[in-house]
């Protein structure tokens, strides 16, 4: 007789991940899918904003037209949107419940505003926040890019700097140092998140006296009688 003391969801969890630009989220959210993309799916966002060099449709979001973004609006297409740095950015809501009642975890890689809607709309999600290790390096980065100008640049500066003060509306704050470190780090807040008890969906403890006895006299070696009452000691 073997009985299981637990049943536990089994569904899937939504993870926001949140960085300012320059932090390195894109490297870090690749790892982790080339870690294990059977259990994780990213979600990819539709935008108004205009494909940088080397993106792809589909893989990088889905480029629409500010018309047919607002259309979308309408349509109730999206889980959560919001006009970022002069474009919009929505997540589609197709898909998601399908992948967490698949047991999969759901990636949104959205910013500050998206998650605290996201928030407001799905508590139990995991609100993860990627820094960088310094100012001098998210600068470094940002100008390493190069896909951008100058006035773009020190405007996403700007952004970035703002974005840091929100790090406490996050549950977690990862630094992006080293990659897999990084990585690292964010897959054991993921196994953590997994053992909440209130992902328990039952507790047995429904077992009969006589089963208990049972199971305590299965295995005689394992005891010996202290001779006190009836109380049992480990060997
Ligand atoms: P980028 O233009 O650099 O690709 O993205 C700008 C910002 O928009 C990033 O912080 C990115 O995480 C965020 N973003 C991308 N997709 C979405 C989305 O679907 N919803 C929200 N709220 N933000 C998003």
Redesign the pocket.
């Known amino acids: 007789m073997d009985k299981k003391m637990l049943k536990q969801k089994k569904t899937g969890q939504i993870i926001v991940i949140?960085?300012p630009?320059g932090a390195g989220?894109g490297t870090v959210i690749g790892k982790l899918l080339e870690r294990d993309n059977k259990s994780r799916w990213l979600s990819i966002?539709?935008?108004s904003?205009k494909p940088r060099e080397g993106e792809e449709e589909g893989v990088n979001?889905y480029y629409l037209t500010e018309d047919d973004f607002k259309e979308k609006i309408d349509d109730n297409f999206f889980l959560?949107?919001?006009n970022?740095?002069g474009?919009y950015?929505?997540?589609p809501k197709k898909y998601i419940k399908e992948k967490i009642d698949q047991g999969i975890d759901v990636l949104l890689?959205?910013?500050i505003?998206?998650a605290t809607n996201i928030k407001k709309l799905i508590p139990e999600a995991i609100f993860i926040f990627i820094m960088p290790p310094s100012l001098k390096t998210l600068v470094k980065r940002l100008k390493k890019r190069g896909t951008e100008s100058n006035d773009k640049i020190i405007k996403r500066f700007h952004e970035a700097y703002k974005e840091i003060n929100e790090v406490t509306k996050y549950n977690y704050v990862v630094v992006n140092d080293e990659i897999d470190d990084t990585v690292d780090k964010i897959e054991a807040i993921l196994k953590a998140e997994k053992c909440r008890v209130d992902r328990i969906e039952e507790v047995y403890l429904d077992t009969k006296e006589e089963e208990i006895h049972e199971l305590l006299m299965e295995d005689e070696e394992v005891f010996v009688n202290t001779g006190l009452g009836d109380k049992l000691q480990w060997k």
């Open positions: 949140s960085a630009s989220k966002s539709a935008t904003r979001y959560e949107y919001t970022y740095a474009n950015y929505g997540t890689e959205i910013e505003e998206g």
